[in-house]
Nanobody
Framework: QVQLVESGGGLVQAGGSLRLSCAAS????????MGWYRQAPGKQRELVAT????????NYADSVKGRFTISRDNAKNTVFLQMNSLKPEDTAVYYC???????????????WGQGTLVTVSS
C-alpha cells in the first residue's frame, strides 16, 4: 500500500511563510512527477506547482509564481512547497500528488495525500 502524508499547514498572517512537506511511503519502486494542488472553499481543486522526477523542470500557477517554490528529495520520497509572501487568497486545503510505480513492471498510478489546511489571515 502507498501513502502520501502532508504536513506543515497552519495559520499564518499575510506576508508570512510556510513550508509544506509530503512524504510517500509503502511499496514504491519509483516516483516520477510530483505536485501540489489546492482547493479553496466553494472552488474547484487547482494546480499550484509540479516538478519532474529529477527536479530539473518545474511548473507554477501564475498566481504563485515568484512566491512559491517546489522541490523534492528523492532519497526520502518527499516533495516540498515553500510558500512565501502568503496572501489571504492562498487559503485552501493543499494536496500533494505523486505518480508512482509500485513494482518494476507495474503501471504508473496516481496517488493523492489527504490534504493539509493553510489559512492566511489579513
Amino acid at each position: 500500500q502507498v501513502q502520501l502524508v502532508e504536513s506543515g499547514g497552519g495559520l499564518v498572517q499575510a506576508g508570512g511563510s510556510l513550508r509544506l512537506s509530503c512524504a510517500a511511503s509503502g511499496s514504491i519502486f519509483s516516483i516520477s512527477g510530483m505536485g501540489w494542488y489546492r482547493q479553496a472553499p466553494g472552488k474547484q481543486r487547482e494546480l499550484v506547482a509540479t516538478i519532474t522526477s529529477g527536479g530539473g523542470s518545474t511548473n507554477y500557477a501564475d498566481s504563485v509564481k515568484g512566491r512559491f517554490t517546489i522541490s523534492r528529495d528523492n532519497a526520502k520520497n518527499t516533495v516540498f512547497l515553500q510558500m512565501n509572501s502568503l496572501k489571504p487568497e492562498d487559503t485552501a486545503v493543499y494536496y500533494c500528488r505523486a505518480d508512482i510505480r509500485k513494482y518494476r513492471f507495474s503501471m504508473v498510478e496516481e496517488y493523492w495525500g489527504q490534504g493539509t489546511l493553510v489559512t492566511v489571515s489579513s
